[in-house]
């Protein structure tokens, strides 16, 4: 039992760094513990303390028990209506959907839907982070630090996410859009 649980862990926490996008060192980093742990863990030759175990655990923003448990299958579809939706906007008119079922460091993407004539202020980022955003369908009207941006169906703006920044749909039908914040490392 004790070897099948060491190979679970090997395997998902090489698992779950990869699918953070994450390198062993980088890992290592953030859960601070030595990169040889990481490495020992990953090939099954390691028996960590439960120290490590919660370092672990913590950095890669898991459970104990999604460590240690048999491997899942890796494909997965999330139904309509599992991932987060938020009203936001001076009306409520402003739909924000959330399309990263697990958190990736330093990565946010949602999918925006402004009703004609709402506005939503945008929130700044922490310093060095960058925003992307798509216009699906429909017009928008980007302000970023006092500058407007004109967006029209398949038009991409790229725009420092740490300034103030606001949407507004002037149009007279829907906007849709997608948007991905690409945030600076902490401390750095």
């Not at 955003?133 to 970023?144: D, H, I, M, Q, S």
């Amino acid at each position: 039992m004790l070897e099948a649980t060491t190979a679970h862990l090997g395997s998902n926490v090489k698992a779950i760094r990869e699918q953070r996008g994450l390198t062993q060192g980088q890992l290592s980093k953030l859960c601070g513990v030595p990169r040889s742990t990481v490495a020992n863990l990953e090939t099954g030759g390691s028996n960590p303390t439960l120290g490590v175990l919660l370092a672990l655990a913590s950095g890669l923003q898991t459970s104990l028990e999604e460590l240690i448990s048999a491997p899942r299958g890796t494909a997965r579809v999330f139904r309509s209506g599992s991932l987060p939706v938020l009203k936001r906007g001076r009306s409520g008119g402003a739909t924000v959907h959330k399309l990263l079922p697990h958190p990736i460091p330093g990565m946010v993407i949602d999918r925006l839907v402004l009703e004609a004539g709402e506005h939503l202020r945008g929130t700044p980022h922490r310093p060095g982070t960058h925003e992307y955003l798509y216009c699906e369908a429909g017009t928008l009207a980007l302000w970023v630090s006092g500058e407007q941006l004109d967006l029209c169906t398949g038009d991409v703006a790229s725009f420092p996410g740490d300034q103030r920044h606001a949407y507004e749909n002037r149009g007279k039908r829907p906007f849709v859009g997608f948007s991905v914040v690409t945030l600076a490392p902490v401390g750095d």
